[in-house]
């Protein structure tokens, strides 16, 4: 067994891999391993992102506990950093600051159609 490379058959339901064509940019969860005509695939389960696909088994990288860590803090880095610009970008939108627990807050509308048609 090469490094990164997996056997086929060691790839079993549980099993935490990520797929070699996509460069491996998402962990996924085998929830079922399926024989078709033509070759064997998985059944699979984002496991930091709301996604289920299905993978030839010989596309897949079974990934280590080392790996599964270093991949969620990195999600987790990058998950922060879009609600801090996010929540930036908000607080630009707003036309008077808004302070939590007052009624008298105000804020611009961007969604709102021009035409005053659809009010």
Request: aromatic share 6%; proline share 3%; net charge positive.
């Amino acid at each position: 067994m090469e490094r990164g490379v997996m056997v086929i058959k060691e790839i079993k339901p549980g099993d935490v891999v990520a797929r070699s064509s996509y460069s491996g940019d998402i962990l996924f969860r085998v929830e079922k391993v399926v024989k078709d005509k033509h070759q064997q695939s998985a059944l699979l389960r984002g496991m930091f992102v709301r996604l289920y696909a299905s993978a030839p088994l010989h596309d897949l990288e079974k990934k280590n506990d080392n790996e599964v860590v270093q991949v969620k803090s990195d999600f987790l880095r990058k998950k922060q950093s879009y609600i801090r610009r996010a929540l930036k970008r908000q607080s630009r939108t707003r036309k008077i600051p808004i302070n939590t627990g007052s009624r008298s807050s105000s804020v611009i509308f961007l969604n709102r159609c021009r035409a005053r048609c659809c009010i």
